[in-house]
């Protein structure tokens, strides 16, 4: 696979609501997630900010009884125009979960190209093999494991696990890349790990991540979106912007009690 030089893509939720059966989510959420920048999504606990997430690379629909409404676009495409492929969507938007999820049994080279034969990208062997250094050096891994490429993924700790689950989301070459608490389930010294592993991939790819840290929204991302959802009405955006105003001038008393711990 040739080296692509891809452009940096922006994402664009226009209206977007969301359902479980007759129950709605998310109503009329619109943000921008400008190219190569972290945007933060933050609020309390079933607020919907997952959901959105999983909206955004259309892997909220395998949820039986799920619906929405509303436009993504990736640089001005819609993802759920219906002569897209799902699999298009899901390819240049990737996600990392909360939880790392390697394919524990496999390699640990095995799971960096996991995605390209279920994408259907034909890569040689050479090409494999740079490919896989190419995307653990990216998520920050590469020193550490390039002796132990055939050990089995489940093998490594949750951090190294959740540093390989992002190279496995690179091996494919997303332009957006989705990451839902992902240091949720890691200590101090791996979450601050994935942090850099952040800063440094957006060079190169759009990253939206959400977190219930304050402190870490604070320190990877450049701009933020507040999710409320109040007294049983749906989630939806009470405030966005760049991080430094989110936290230091927010213009809505809500976003000021929620930045600084004061519910939540
Ligand atoms: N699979 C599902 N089936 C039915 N309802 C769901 C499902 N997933 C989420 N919900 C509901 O949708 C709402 C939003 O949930 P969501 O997980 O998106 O919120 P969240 O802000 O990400 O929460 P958390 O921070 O706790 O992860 C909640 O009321 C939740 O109970």
New binding site residues.
Partial sequence: MTQQLMTLAELHADAVSAW??S?K?LDQVSLVMPAGRVTALI??????????LRILNRMHEL?P??SLAGEVRLDGNDIYEPQRRVIDARRQIGMVFQKPNPFPAMSVYDNVVAGLKLTGVRVTRRERDDLVEECLTKAGLWREVRDRLRDPGGALSGGQQQRLCIGRALAVRPRVLLMD?PCSALDPTSTRRIEETIAELVTEVTIVI?T?NMQQAARVSDECAF?L?EHGSP?AIVEHGPTGSMFDSPQDQRTSDYVHGRFG
């Avoid at 079933?46 to 959901?51: F, L, N, P, R, V």
């Fill in positions: 479980f059966g129950h989510v609020g309390p606990s079933g607020c919907g900010k997952s959901t959105f949820v009884g799920a608490e959400v219930h999710f959802a989630g």
